[in-house]
C-alpha cells in the first residue's frame, strides 16, 4: 500500500455499487463507522478531520500552542490508513526509521522490528502514539463528517456529522489523505457473486482464510501485488486479473537490529527533522548527481545492481534521468527486464509480468515493492489472466466470465482497483466556502488549488497530503510534518495580528495550477494513465495531481509565503 496518511472522519463509501447505483451482495469484511459515537455540540478554534500521521502530528503541535482543538475519525483508533488495513500482505513502503513521527517522546520510546512494517506492527506504533500522546483525548471516533459551510458572518465553519455531532471552529483542517474514495470495477453482474468479496481496504481485521480456497484478485496496484503474493502461498488456486503488469522493485526486506536502534537514537532527531526533507521524495538516500548515459556501460550496471540490491525505491533515482529521458528510461527498463524474465520459468507468463518491450515507460505508473512476487505468480496453482487481450465479460453467481467464454471459478474475490486517488475523497463532499459555492463546482473542470494546502473561497480550510502537493512522489510523514507546521504558522500569525480569515487568492490558485503543469511536463509520468493523472477512474479530468518539483522546492516555497502571505486575502 502507498505511504498514504489517513483514513478520514469523511464519509465512507462503505459498501460498492454497479453503475446502475444497486448495492452489491458479498461485500464482506469490515466497513467504516457509521457515526454512532453519541453526538456532541463544540466551539472550538480548530477541527482536524482523520486521525493519521498528519491528524496527529497536528492535533500534538496545536495543542503545544494552546489552541482549543479536536479530531474527528470516523474509525474507532487512530492510526488513519493503517487502522483500516488489514489485507494480507499490508506493509509500508518506506525503509526504517523515515516512516515515524518526529515526536522525541515518541520516537524515544518506541522500537521498530522490520525495515518496512507490515500492517500488524503499524498499528502497534499507533497504539504506542496514543499511550504517549494520549490522542484519544481529543478524538471524536465514529463521527463522520457529512457537511462544512463557512458562515460569513463569523468567519466561521459550521460542520455537521452524521451521528448528529455539530462543530463550530474558525479553522477546517483536513487530514484525510489520498486514498478516500474507494473504486470498484463495473463488471456486468458483479452484484449476482455469492461467494466472499471484498475490497482491499475493508478487509476484516481478522482475517480471511484462504486456505484451499479458490481466490482471485482484480488489480496490480501495490495493494493487488500484496495481497496476491501472500495469498499464493496458502489458496489452493489463484487467479490474477492483470491488465498492466507492475515494475515491481526488490523491497529486500529485513529486521532492524535493536543495538543498532539504540545507537541510531544519537542521530534520530537530525534525520526526522532535517535530513528526511533534503532529498526530492523525503527519503534519506541521496538523490542521484548524474544522467544514465554520463556511466560506461560497466558503471551503469554496477549502479543499478548496487541499487537493486540495497532494495527500496532507489532504483527510480539511480539516475537523476530516469524520469525525464526516454532513452535513459528505456536503459532502466532493459535492467529491470533482464532481471525479471530471469525469475520466471512460464513463458506466458514471464512475456505478461516482464515483456520485452515495455508497455509503458518504466516507474510512470507507481511501481510496488515485493519480496517474491514473481516466484509466486510463476507456480502452477497460479493463473494469470491478460484482460487486455480478454478482458472480463461478467460475473456470475461462482465466478468470472472472461470474453473467451471462460468461467474462472472462485471462492474469494479481492477487489484491489484502488482509489478515486488525491480528489476522490474531497469531490463527493458537502464543503461550502463563500458565495455558497461548493468544492465539487470549484473543482469540476480539474483541481485548483494554492501551494497543495487551501483553495480560493474556502476561507480558513487547509488540507495535508492532498491535490498539488508531493503527495504521491514521496514518504508521507516527510510531507505532513513540513504541511502541518506551515499550518500551525499560519494560525500562530493570524492570532497575533488579530486576523478572522485567510482565503487564498484566485490568481495565485491559477498561477499554482500552471505551476504544477509545467513542474508535471518535464517528467515521463505526465505521458502515462493512470491515478497520478486521475485517469484510473472513469469520467474523471486528465490532470497532473501531484507536485513535480520534490520536497527541497516545495517547503522553500509554501515556507517563503508566511511573512506576508503572499498569495492570499487576509481581514
Given at each position: 500500500?502507498?505511504?498514504?496518511?489517513?483514513?478520514?472522519?469523511?464519509?465512507h463509501?462503505?459498501d460498492?455499487?454497479t453503475?446502475?447505483?444497486?448495492?452489491?451482495?458479498?461485500?464482506n469484511?469490515?466497513?467504516?463507522?457509521?457515526?454512532?459515537?453519541a453526538?456532541?455540540?463544540?466551539?472550538?478554534?480548530?477541527?482536524?478531520?482523520?486521525a493519521?500521521?498528519?491528524?496527529?502530528?497536528?492535533l500534538?503541535?496545536?495543542?503545544?500552542?494552546?489552541y482549543?482543538?479536536?479530531?474527528?475519525?470516523?474509525?474507532t483508533a487512530?492510526g488513519?490508513v493503517?487502522h483500516?488495513?488489514?489485507?494480507?500482505?499490508a506493509?509500508?513502503?518506506?525503509?526504517?526509521?523515515?516512516?515515524a513521527?518526529?515526536?522525541?517522546?515518541?520516537?524515544?520510546?518506541?522500537?521498530w522490528?522490520?525495515?518496512?512494517?507490515?500492517q500488524?506492527?503499524l498499528?502497534?506504533?499507533?497504539?504506542?502514539?496514543?499511550?504517549?500522546?494520549?490522542?484519544?483525548?481529543?478524538?471524536?471516533?465514529?463521527t463522520?463528517?457529512?457537511?462544512?459551510?463557512?458562515?460569513e458572518?463569523?468567519?466561521?465553519?459550521?460542520?455537521?456529522?452524521e451521528?448528529?455531532?455539530?462543530i463550530t471552529?474558525?479553522?477546517?483542517l483536513?487530514?484525510?489523505?489520498?486514498?478516500?474514495k474507494?473504486?470498484?470495477?463495473?463488471?456486468?453482474?458483479?452484484?449476482?457473486?455469492?461467494?466472499?468479496?471484498?475490497?482491499?481496504?475493508?478487509?476484516?481485521?481478522?482475517?480471511?482464510?484462504?486456505?484451499?480456497?479458490?481466490?482471485?484478485?482484480?488489480?496490480?496496484?501495490?495493494?493487488?501485488?500484496q495481497?496476491?503474493?501472500?495469498?499464493?502461498?496458502?489458496?489452493?488456486?489463484?487467479?490474477?486479473?492483470?491488465r498492466?503488469?507492475?515494475?515491481?522493485?526488490?523491497?529486500?526486506?529485513?529486521?532492524?537490529?535493536?543495538e543498532?536502534?539504540?545507537?541510531?537514537?544519537?542521530?534520530?532527531?537530525d534525520?526526522?527533522t532535517?535530513?528526511?526533507?533534503?532529498?526530492?521524495?523525503?527519503?534519506?538516500y541521496?538523490?542521484?548527481?548524474?544522467n544514465?548515459?554520463?556511466?560506461?556501460?560497466?558503471?551503469r550496471?554496477?549502479?543499478?545492481?548496487?541499487?537493486w540490491?540495497?532494495?527500496g525505491?532507489?532504483?527510480?533515482?539511480?539516475?537523476k534521468d530516469?524520469?525525464?529521458?526516454?532513452?535513459?528510461?528505456?536503459?532502466?527498463?532493459?535492467?529491470?527486464v533482464e532481471?525479471?524474465?530471469?525469475?520466471?520459468?512460464d513463458?506466458?507468463?514471464?512475456?505478461?509480468?516482464a515483456?520485452?518491450?515495455?508497455?509503458?515507460?518504466?516507474?510512470?505508473?507507481r511501481?510496488?515493492?515485493?519480496?517474491d512476487?514473481?516466484?509466486?505468480?510463476?507456480?502452477?496453482?497460479?493463473?494469470?489472466?491478460?484482460?487486455?487481450?480478454?478482458?472480463?465479460?461478467?460475473?456470475?453467481?461462482?465466478?468470472?466470465?472472461?470474453?473467451?467464454?471462460?468461467?474462472h471459478e472462485i471462492d474469494?474475490?479481492a477487489?484491489?482497483?484502488?482509489?478515486?486517488?488525491?480528489v476522490g475523497?474531497?469531490?463527493?463532499?458537502?464543503?461550502?466556502?463563500?458565495?455558497?459555492?461548493?468544492l465539487?463546482?470549484?473543482?469540476?473542470n480539474?483541481?485548483?488549488?494554492?501551494?497543495?494546502?487551501t483553495?480560493?473561497?474556502?476561507?480558513?480550510?487547509?488540507?495535508?497530503?492532498?491535490?498539488?502537493?508531493p503527495?504521491?512522489?514521496a514518504?508521507?510523514?516527510?510531507?505532513?510534518e513540513p504541511?502541518?507546521?506551515w499550518?500551525?504558522?499560519v494560525?500562530?500569525?493570524?492570532?497575533?495580528?488579530?486576523?478572522?480569515?485567510?482565503?487564498?487568492t484566485?490568481e495565485?490558485?491559477?498561477?499554482?495550477?500552471?505551476?504544477?503543469?509545467k513542474?508535471?511536463?518535464?517528467?515521463?509520468r505526465d505521458?502515462i494513465?493512470?491515478?497520478?493523472?486521475?485517469?484510473?477512474?472513469p469520467?474523471?479530468?486528465?490532470?497532473?495531481?501531484?507536485?513535480?518539483?520534490?520536497?527541497?522546492?516545495?517547503?522553500?516555497?509554501?515556507?517563503?509565503?508566511?511573512d506576508?502571505?503572499?498569495?492570499?486575502?487576509?481581514?
Amino acid at each position: 500500500m502507498h505511504t498514504s496518511n489517513g483514513a478520514n472522519g469523511y464519509v465512507h463509501t462503505n459498501d460498492a455499487s454497479t453503475a446502475d447505483g444497486n448495492s452489491i451482495n458479498g461485500t464482506n469484511g469490515h466497513a467504516a463507522s457509521n457515526g454512532n459515537a453519541a453526538p456532541v455540540v463544540l466551539e472550538l478554534d480548530a477541527l482536524i478531520v482523520g486521525a493519521g500521521f498528519a491528524g496527529v502530528y497536528l492535533l500534538h503541535r496545536l495543542r503545544q500552542e494552546g489552541y482549543n482543538i479536536k479530531i474527528a475519525e470516523a474509525g474507532t483508533a487512530i492510526g488513519g490508513v493503517w487502522h483500516w488495513n488489514s489485507y494480507p500482505g499490508a506493509r509500508v513502503d518506506s525503509q526504517y526509521p523515515i516512516y515515524a513521527l518526529s515526536i522525541p517522546e515518541v520516537y524515544k520510546t518506541w522500537q521498530w522490528k522490520q525495515q518496512y512494517p507490515g500492517q500488524k506492527e503499524l498499528k502497534q506504533y499507533f497504539e504506542h502514539v496514543d499511550k504517549v500522546l494520549d490522542v484519544s483525548r481529543d478524538t471524536l471516533f465514529g463521527t463522520t463528517v457529512l457537511t462544512a459551510v463557512f458562515d460569513e458572518a463569523t468567519d466561521k465553519w459550521r460542520i455537521e456529522c452524521e451521528n448528529g455531532t455539530r462543530i463550530t471552529c474558525r479553522y477546517f483542517l483536513s487530514c484525510i489523505g489520498f486514498a478516500a474514495k474507494r473504486h470498484y470495477p463495473d463488471f456486468p453482474g458483479l452484484n449476482d457473486f455469492k461467494g466472499y468479496m471484498c475490497h482491499s481496504s475493508f478487509w476484516p481485521h481478522e482475517g480471511v482464510d484462504v486456505k484451499g480456497k479458490k481466490v482471485a484478485v482484480i488489480g496490480t496496484g501495490a495493494t493487488g501485488i500484496q495481497i496476491a503474493q501472500e495469498t499464493a502461498k496458502e489458496a489452493s488456486h489463484l487467479t490474477c486479473f492483470v491488465r498492466t503488469p507492475n515494475h515491481c522493485i526488490p523491497m529486500q526486506q529485513g529486521h532492524v537490529d535493536p543495538e543498532q536502534q539504540i545507537k541510531d537514537l544519537a542521530t534520530i532527531h537530525d534525520r526526522l527533522t532535517k535530513k528526511r526533507f533534503e532529498s526530492l521524495g523525503g527519503m534519506l538516500y541521496p538523490d542521484a548527481a548524474k544522467n544514465v548515459f554520463d556511466d560506461s556501460p560497466e558503471d551503469r550496471r554496477a549502479t543499478l545492481e548496487e541499487a537493486w540490491r540495497l532494495g527500496g525505491f532507489r532504483l527510480t533515482s539511480a539516475y537523476k534521468d530516469v524520469l525525464t529521458s526516454e532513452a535513459a528510461n528505456a536503459e532502466v527498463y532493459k535492467f529491470w527486464v533482464e532481471k525479471r524474465r530471469a525469475q520466471i520459468t512460464d513463458p506466458v507468463k514471464r512475456d505478461l509480468l516482464a515483456p520485452e518491450e515495455a508497455v509503458h515507460f518504466i516507474f510512470g505508473k507507481r511501481p510496488s515493492l515485493e519480496q517474491d512476487y514473481y516466484e509466486q505468480m510463476d507456480k502452477p496453482h497460479v493463473t494469470l489472466v491478460n484482460v487486455k487481450t480478454n478482458p472480463v465479460s461478467h460475473v456470475v453467481a461462482n465466478g468470472i466470465v472472461t470474453a473467451d467464454g471462460t468461467l474462472h471459478e472462485i471462492d474469494i474475490l479481492a477487489v484491489a482497483t484502488g482509489f478515486d486517488a488525491v480528489v476522490g475523497g474531497y469531490k463527493h463532499l458537502d464543503i461550502t466556502g463563500l458565495n455558497g459555492e461548493t468544492l465539487k463546482s470549484h473543482w469540476e473542470n480539474g483541481v485548483y488549488t494554492y501551494l497543495g494546502m487551501t483553495v480560493a473561497n474556502f476561507p480558513n480550510l487547509m488540507y495535508t497530503y492532498g491535490p498539488h502537493s508531493p503527495t504521491a512522489y514521496a514518504n508521507g510523514p516527510s510531507i505532513v510534518e513540513p504541511q502541518a507546521e506551515w499550518i500551525v504558522s499560519v494560525m500562530n500569525k493570524m492570532r497575533e495580528e488579530g486576523k478572522t480569515r485567510i482565503t487564498a487568492t484566485s490568481e495565485a490558485e491559477s498561477a499554482w495550477k500552471e505551476n504544477i503543469r509545467k513542474l508535471h511536463s518535464t517528467s515521463l509520468r505526465d505521458r502515462i494513465d493512470g491515478w497520478y493523472n486521475g485517469t484510473n477512474i472513469p469520467g474523471n479530468v486528465k490532470q497532473p495531481l501531484n507536485y513535480n518539483g520534490g520536497i527541497p522546492l516545495y517547503l522553500k516555497t509554501i515556507r517563503a509565503t508566511l511573512d506576508n502571505f503572499e498569495g492570499f486575502e487576509v481581514k
